[in-house]
């Protein structure tokens, strides 16, 4: 368990520009262990853009608390792997509990290049929260490469208005609006009071910005 984080929202998209989708939850407990349940309503409207049900959950009304761990716990990273020491702190992983298959989904959001699953962790407004999320909706944008750089601050603004999303948060930079803190992520920014910096963590740009991660915390 964390006190910086409760459930993991298992999230689907059909690909680069396409809206983020939650179609399960797992839940994690030290008598229950791991537990995922789909979401049945955002299921079927992710079937509608091709989603299929995963392989080792088949039944949508199920909640599911066999092999749960095992399953997801494929895609945490291999310890045999060269730049661990660099994925780790890329992550801001606490490495004392990189053995803990909960939350390394949550820290690393479980991102594989096989399939367009993510694992967003709702997080809590308390002192010391850290993580790395990443600028949605970078794709409909076009936005030059040489906007942002490498630590740059970004201000937010929560976006209840928002028709996709009631808890959506707008990122700026300068004034101009470069994208949305991403799906369930969101949520932390919203239910705060409390000044969450948001720092430019990682670029990825061809001319254009492709992806931007950033780093979220309370201090």
């Known amino acids: 368990m964390s006190k910086y984080f409760g459930n993991i929202y298992v ?33 079927e409207e992710a079937k509608k853009q091709g989603f299929e049900l995963l392989t080792n959950f088949p039944n949508v009304d199920n909640e599911y608390n066999q092999n749960v761990q095992a399953s997801y716990g ?10 661990l020491d660099d994925y780790f702190k890329f992550w801001r992983v606490d490495e004392s509990r990189r053995n803990d298959t909960f939350y390394m989904l949550a820290k690393t959001q479980g991102l594989l290049p096989t399939d367009n699953l993510e694992f ?13 999320s990443e600028i949605a909706s970078l ?26 999303d009631k808890k959506a948060v707008k ?5 101009k609006h470069i994208g949305y803190v991403k ?30 991660f950033i780093e979220c915390s309370i201090s």
């Open 74 to 83: 494929q895609r945490i990273v291999k310890s045999e792997r060269r730049d």
């Open 120 to 132: 967003l962790a709702d997080f809590n407004p308390i002192k010391g929260l850290n993580f790395i």
């Open 11 to 43: 999230v689907w998209k059909k690909e680069t520009g396409s809206p983020r989708i939650p179609i399960g939850i797992l839940r994690n407990n030290v008598s229950e262990g791991m537990r995922f349940k789909y979401l049945p309503k955002q299921v």
């Open 139 to 164: 794709s409909h944008q076009e936005l030059r490469s040489e906007l942002l750089s490498i630590g740059d601050e970004l201000t937010y603004q929560c976006d209840p208005g928002n028709d996709f």
């Open 183 to 212: 799906l369930i992520h969101s949520r932390v920014f919203c239910e705060t009071k409390q000044t969450i910096l948001v720092k430019v963590h990682h670029i990825e740009a061809n001319g254009t910005l492709k992806k931007v």
């Open 171 to 175: 990122l700026f930079k300068d004034g």
